[in-house]
């Protein structure tokens, strides 16, 4: 899934650039791609790990590099926040990682991985409807967004999409995505610390702590061993930690600062595009009619979306 930080980027960052250097379509070209990839690393990683452990051992990784790196880069004064801000990161980094990409891991087990991508896609959906509920006014784009949003879902969920692990997996993965889009708008509104990457660092061990907590009740460890795991899934758990939760990110959390909003915001809808094509192409996923005409669908709806909020911001 994207940045911790992303919906918090979309409404404080006002003075941008209005140009992309080649510097920051490289990046760019980095978050389409390694973000994309997360969803094939992820179906990967739970062929032969369990998913909620593999999901805390990867936040509690990548959080823990994030640490040691910004204590070596700026030392211990870069990683003090206030009790406040902590409990905050805390909570956001539970629904966004733990509610969020934990149970990503979990419907892979069931689902192929670009129909998972699609499904996270209806993230921006959810956040414009909670946004809603708290008194804000979506523009007409937004709102036929939300409506192109809806009937995307009711297409990827039509009968003879697959057998009923499906439907289960596609059940958590939704629930999974509300809970991402609860904690991006919270995410904006509660007091984190100012340092971008310590927020993600805190956040990604609390998530991190918060999924192998599920893991435990889910019975996990329970007949778990090592020498089972392949040397793929290990390899892309390595990716994930690495690349997609350090690598990208950085890459992201730049591009908040150097490159326009609205075309660094079009990573929502390239990534499950690139999910797609990588899990058809990798792992042979089918390309069902669901799958190509819900995709599409949902594709548009985020497109509008953030359209909506581009012209919005003008």
């Known amino acids: 899934m994207a940045s911790t930080k992303a919906s918090a980027g979309l409404e404080q960052l006002a003075h941008r650039p209005q140009s992309m250097s080649g510097m920051a379509w490289l990046a760019l070209t980095v978050v389409y791609i390694v973000w994309g990839s997360t969803y094939l690393g992820i179906r990967i990683t739970v062929e032969t790990l369990p998913p909620l452990l593999s999901a805390g051992a990867r936040f509690i990784t990548a959080g823990a590099l994030l640490i040691a790196l910004l204590a070596w880069r700026r030392g211990a004064t870069a990683l003090r926040v206030a009790p406040r801000q902590l409990a905050s990161a805390a909570l956001v980094g539970l629904l966004l990682l733990t509610g969020g990409n934990g149970l990503a891991f979990l419907a892979e087990t069931q689902l192929p991985s670009g129909l998972t991508a699609l499904l996270v896609a209806l993230t921006p959906v959810w956040m414009t409807l909670l946004r809603v509920g708290s008194g804000y006014r979506p523009s007409v784009m937004a709102l036929i ?11 990827l969920t039509a009968p003879g999409l697959s057998g009923r692990t499906a439907v289960t997996g596609i059940i958590v993965m939704v629930a999974g995505t509300l809970m991402w889009a609860l904690g991006s708008v919270l995410s904006s509104r509660l007091p984190l610390p100012g340092d971008v990457f310590a927020t993600s660092a805190y956040e990604m061990l609390a998530g991190g702590a918060g999924c192998l907590l599920l893991a435990m009740l889910h019975g996990e460890p329970t007949g778990f061993h090592l020498h089972a795991v392949s040397v793929r899934s290990w390899a ?8 997609g939760s350090i690598g990208a990110f950085t890459c992201y959390a730049w591009l908040l600062h150097a490159a326009p909003l609205p075309i660094v915001s079009t990573y929502a809808y390239v990534n499950p595009v690139v999910a797609v094509i990588l899990g058809a192409l990798v792992l042979r996923e089918p390309l069902t009619w669901n799958i190509v005409i819900g995709g599409t669908v949902i594709v548009a709806a985020v497109a509008s979306i953030v359209s909506g909020e581009r012209h919005r911001s003008r």
């Open 236 to 243: 892309a758990l390595a990716y994930l930690v690495v690349f």
């Open 145 to 155: 967004g939300v409506g192109l949003g809806v009937l995307g879902l009711l297409v």
